[in-house]
């Protein structure tokens, strides 16, 4: 039974986990689209591709016991694919400038991941050793990657507006993170669920914002309407004539 609860719980957070590896797509179409990285940053990216990388290699047998934490490589194996085709994707529309930014993070980071790769598998003996390398580190990483919610949360706030945090996005990343939370307190691995200690908070917080705010945002939109009809309006009378002073005002204009 608790092996079964395990597997259900893992297979729900690997749907959740891609799901939050998938959103970007939306972004680095518009990349494709524009020819442009605008002011978008890749170290967030860079970040997750670290991440993924060290939870990968954790759930590995040559630093798990066996396939014990198979789940995280096969999420976290498909976050791989993800973050390097975004990397990629923001390699080769960046500025000159921009590519050799992009390639002294990048260099250095995967230089980092091959560094502890070698390390954990040749220096320490034993799994247990392994896993707490690769395991601490991997929870800093993570932690960081986590963190980077919170300038939108910021952002949120300033402007009293859910437009830039989407709530899909903001339920996925909350699911995902109670999900994982569950399975590494099921399988008593701090590791795997240390990273959604701080994941958790941060989902709640997203959700609360949204009910929060999302109130403004639906009331905003008649308003838009109403204005729009009114230069219809307005538009229409000038059109045919109506006296010269016949001018359509929506009656919320001064609001």
């Known amino acids: 039974m608790a092996e079964t609860l395990r597997m259900v719980v893992a297979v ?21 689209r ?15 591709l670290l991440n993924c ?6 759930g590995l047998p040559v630093v798990s016991n066996k396939w014990e934490n198979f789940p995280l490589v096969t999420v976290n194996g498909v976050g791989i694919l993800f973050e390097l085709s975004y990397v990629l994707i923001y390699f080769w529309f960046s500025t000159p400038k921009g590519k050799v930014k992009v ?11 091959c560094v502890i790769a070698v390390v954990s598998a ?3 003996p034993d799994h247990r050793h392994r896993k707490l390398l690769v395991g601490s580190i991997g929870l800093g990483v993570s932690i960081a990657m986590y963190a980077s919610p919170l300038v939108v949360m910021k952002k949120v706030i300033q402007t009293k507006s859910v437009e830039f945090m989407p709530l899909p996005l903001s339920f996925c ?20 669920a240390g990273p959604s200690v701080i994941g958790t908070p941060l989902g709640i917080l997203q959700l609360v914002l949204h009910c929060k705010y999302w109130k403004r945002r639906v009331t905003e939109e ?18 045919n004539g109506h006296g010269k002073e016949c001018v359509t005002v ?3 204009f001064n609001s």
């Open 103 to 113: 390639a002294m993070t990048a260099v250095p980071v995967l230089i980092v991941f």
């Open 122 to 124: 040749f220096v320490f």
């Open 222 to 239: 008649p308003t838009k309407v109403e204005l729009q009809k009114g230069n219809n309006a307005e538009k229409l009378d000038l059109e």
């Open 250 to 252: 929506p009656s919320n």
């Open 173 to 192: 990343s909350f699911l995902a993170s109670v999900l994982w939370l569950t399975y590494g307190l099921l399988i008593r691995d701090i590791f795997v």
């Open 34 to 48: 524009k020819k442009s990285t605008e002011e978008f940053s890749c170290i967030p990216y860079i970040i997750a």
């Open 53 to 58: 990388l060290l939870f990968t290699w954790y």
């Open 12 to 32: 729900i957070g690997n749907v959740a986990s891609v799901s939050l590896y998938a959103a970007p797509t939306v972004t680095f179409k518009r990349v494709i």
